[in-house]
C-alpha cells in the first residue's frame, strides 16, 4: 500500500507563495495520477488539480493561473506551487495517489494525512 507525506503547509499572508510537496513510497507511482485536493471544516473535500501520469495538468477554476502541479517520478513526488494566495485559499490540503492514470474529482485513491494552508488577510 502506498504511503504519503505531505510538507509545506503553514501560515502566509494574502498575496504570498507557498509550496506544497507529497512524497510517496510504493510501486506504480509513474503509471497513476497525482492530484492536490482541500477541504475547509463543513464543506466537501474539492479538487484542486492534478496531474496525469503523463504529466498532463488539470486545474480547477480557482486554481487557473496561480497555481501549478509537477511531479518528478524519479523521486516519487509532487508539488503544488500556489502563488497569489487568497484567505479562502485556506483549508486542509490532501494529496492524492489515483487509482488510475488520471484523477477523478470524488478523488479515488490513497490520500496523505493533509496539510493545513492558512491565508491570512
Known amino acids: 500500500q502506498v504511503q504519503l507525506v505531505e510538507s509545506g503547509g503553514g501560515l502566509v499572508q494574502t498575496g504570498g507563495s507557498m509550496r506544497l510537496s507529497c512524497a510517496a513510497s510504493g510501486s506504480d507511482f509513474s503509471l497513476r495520477g497525482m492530484g492536490w485536493y482541500r477541504q475547509v471544516p463543513g464543506s466537501q473535500r474539492e479538487m484542486v488539480a492534478y496531474i496525469t501520469n503523463g504529466a498532463t495538468a488539470y486545474y480547477s477554476n480557482f486554481a487557473k493561473g496561480r497555481f501549478t502541479i509537477s511531479r518528478n517520478n524519479a523521486e516519487q513526488t509532487v508539488h503544488l506551487e500556489m502563488n497569489n494566495l487568497r484567505p479562502e485559499d485556506t483549508a486542509v490540503y490532501f494529496c492524492?495517489?489515483?487509482?488510475?492514470?488520471?484523477?477523478?474529482?470524488?478523488?479515488?485513491?490513497?490520500w496523505g494525512q493533509g496539510t493545513q494552508v492558512t491565508v491570512s488577510s
Open positions: 492524492l495517489f489515483c487509482s488510475r492514470y488520471r484523477c477523478t474529482a470524488t478523488g479515488d485513491g490513497d
